[in-house]
């Protein structure tokens, strides 16, 4: 797999969303959470809040993660639907995206234990 801007940031703020729901998943465990945990983790809440800060997060790689929606969301969608004229839409996209990934790694190490 090619590297993934800022993916270790993205990595570590699922490892923060995993610590601090840990009783909640051990008490739902081994229910449905894992069929949602992806949309719990990074489709409950923004990622990133604020033009300013979307855009600071972005930084020279912008281009790099319109592409990746872009190829995301024509291959899952069949047409582009984020607005890329809101930073904040993008970044939240785009985590969304990398989260999808770092989940599966996620629960594929669960399940070999």
Known sequence: MAEQY???EIKDYFDDYLANNKEWLEENYPNDWKDDLHH??????????????AKEWLGSEVFTVIETIKEFEQSNFGEVLTDFSEPEKVVNMYTYII???IVTEY???LEEG
């Open 40 to 53: 719990y983790a990074f489709n409950e809440d923004y990622y990133i809040i604020g033009r300013h800060q």
């Open 99 to 101: 989260g999808s990934d």
């Open 6 to 8: 800022k993916r270790e």
């Open 107 to 109: 629960l594929t190490e």
